[in-house]
């Protein structure tokens, strides 16, 4: 809408009773913020969204000298490039005594715009401040961890500011915020030292969430925090892609704390086998429901050590993509009994073939089971066969299987099958099932809640395009990817013919080859 947009809306004295606004994206600029900082109508305003915006420096300053919005609770100023000056003008404001979240990521305020915030003693009430991507440094954290003002201070994301060792032992010794639930200091390199530091602190009793990604800590970083005492309520707790290795897996299985953790990722940090043997003997983490191993190394192994675990009984979500389990890992994991609850499973980039599809479709104890992956294998036609034979999974609602070489084959076993009622998300994208496997899937009767199907890179040629035309079960589908085919301006003649898709978006892009169209109808 621009600077002018933003002048014609200021202008309006009707909507007196005006809460919520969100204009983001929409380049207003400094000249727009100027307008709308002028309303003195909208004396309701509660929540105010301007991320992307470019409103600069001069922008925080027309916003800081509103005086009207007394009830304004939810300010959004992300990505507006404010710099410190803009952090200055806006920590001014007296005005905004309800103000409980506000979210300055990635402004550029550097260490000085952290000082200038740290100065306010306005926003008493504040609950949530985000300002990730600002390289505030160790001296923005250490300026921050002193303010005294925000007791209410729930949730604080300074992701990816460079804040280092120094700035997580500024943090750590904060006693103000008693209320903190959800800590984010992902990509801070705060080494093993930082971990050290925020393991001994005492205040944040309340802590549900910390996110410590790619922060190299390492197993000794691990260990530090496996020793903390204090984050008894703590819930989820990401350490992804932080080299802790096999012996840091080891420290946190034997924590004996968080009882409460439902939530944790070590994707990437190169625990292997033996990690996942550590972490398998855990008894502690009784109500986990999530569980992110991705990118380990465990080897079939390591999936031997998980699917021997009986303690996870109110597991949900399983991740173990790119693990390289094989047919092996696939064996021992589908022999599992104690997974009752498994919703979503993750398999994908293992090395599973056929022999592996087979001895999960034997699994007959994840009735729960809603999303399964297994794109980048080899599971074949044969292995598509063996799946469509499983029984025990009526609630799967997504099934990923792309780039697993099933051809037309597995198009039609798949097609045959009429246990999945409740499939919603079906990916077959670079499976080579040409025009014969789009025959076969659109004869399917049973996938009456499809709406999203990927088809694309399938040499699916225009003859495929008129088979899947003349399906009229799909009555829910919404999205259909056919990029990458061969269907030709035939084949989406047909596909515009059909008439039960009435809600599809389609893409075809590159799948007839004309240079003036964007690739995608809707109908």
Known sequence: IGEKGAEYLSSNNTWTNLQILDLSWNYIGEKGVEYLSSNQAWTNLQTLNLSENYIGEKGAEYLSSNQTWTNLQTLNLSGNNLGKKGAGYLSSNQTWTNLQILNLSWNKTGEKGAEYLSSNNTWTNLQSLNLSENNIGEKGAEYLSSKAAWTNLQTLNLSSNNIGEKGAEYLSSNQTWTHLQTLNLSGNNLGKKG?????????????????????????????????????????????????????????????????????????????????????????????????????????EKGAEYLSSNNTWTNLQTLDLSGNYIGDKGAEYLSRNKTWTNLQTLNLSSNKIGEKGAEYLSSNNTWTNLQTLNLSSNKIGEKGVEYLSSNKTWTNLQTLNLSSNKIGERGAEYLSSKAAWTNLRTLNLSSNKIGGKGAEYLSSNKTWTNLRTLNLSSNKIDENGAEYLSNNNTWTNLQTLDLYSNNIGRNGAEYLSNNRTWTNLSLNFEDSYGDEDSDGSDDF
């Open 195 to 299: 971990a050290e530091y925020l393991s001994s602190n005492s205040t944040w009793t309340n802590l549900q969430t910390l996110n410590l990604s790619l922060n190299n800590i390492g197993e000794k970083g691990a260990e530090y925090l496996s020793s903390n005492k204090t984050w008894t309520n703590l819930q989820s707790l990401d350490l992804s892609r932080n080299e802790i290795g096999e012996k840091g897996a080891e420290y946190l299985s034997s924590n004996q704390t968080w009882t409460n953790l439902q939530s944790l990722n070590l994707s990437s940090n190169n625990i292997g086998e033996k990690g996942v043997e550590y972490l398998s003997s855990n008894s502690t983490w009784t109500n986990l429901q999530t569980l992110n191993l991705s990118y380990n190394n465990i080897g």
